[in-house]
């Protein structure tokens, strides 16, 4: 009903930029909130940004000052731009999204496939 498609990871040195993008498709009537979150190998998945509607944000310490998230409500994408990477920054990068469908009364989250994104040393 509802696909999130992230698209931007790859292969990075440390200090560079990359721009994560989530294209949102299907049933959807609106959208509350959206999100990034990331896997690291080893680690239990952790919250990078997020971002309302209204355009609200909210960051991870781990990444205040070097990431941006935007959402572009027209066309239902949402953006990380991710400046200044470290190796620590290296992980499974997963698309979140609350969303309002024809389907149901309340928002459902629905989630991405991810996408890697390597930064080397």
């Known amino acids: 009903q509802v696909q999130l498609v992230e698209s931007g990871g790859g292969l990075v040195q440390a200090g560079g930029s990359l721009r994560l993008s989530c294209t949102a498709s299907?049933?959807?009537?609106?959208?509350?909130?959206m999100g990034w979150y990331r896997r690291a190998p080893g680690k239990q998945r952790e919250l990078v940004a997020a971002i309302t509607n209204g355009g609200i944000t909210d960051y991870a310490d781990s990444v205040k000052g070097r990431f941006t998230i935007s959402l572009d409500n027209a066309n239902n994408v949402l953006y990380l731009q991710m400046n200044g990477l470290k190796s620590e920054d290296t992980a499974v990068y997963y698309c979140?999204?609350?969303?309002?469908?024809?389907?149901?009364?309340?928002?459902?989250?629905?989630w991405g496939q991810g996408t890697q994104v390597t930064v080397s040393s």
């Open positions: 299907g049933m959807i009537v609106s959208i509350n909130a």
């Open positions: 979140n999204g609350e969303i309002n469908t024809p389907l149901v009364m309340v928002s459902m989250p629905f």
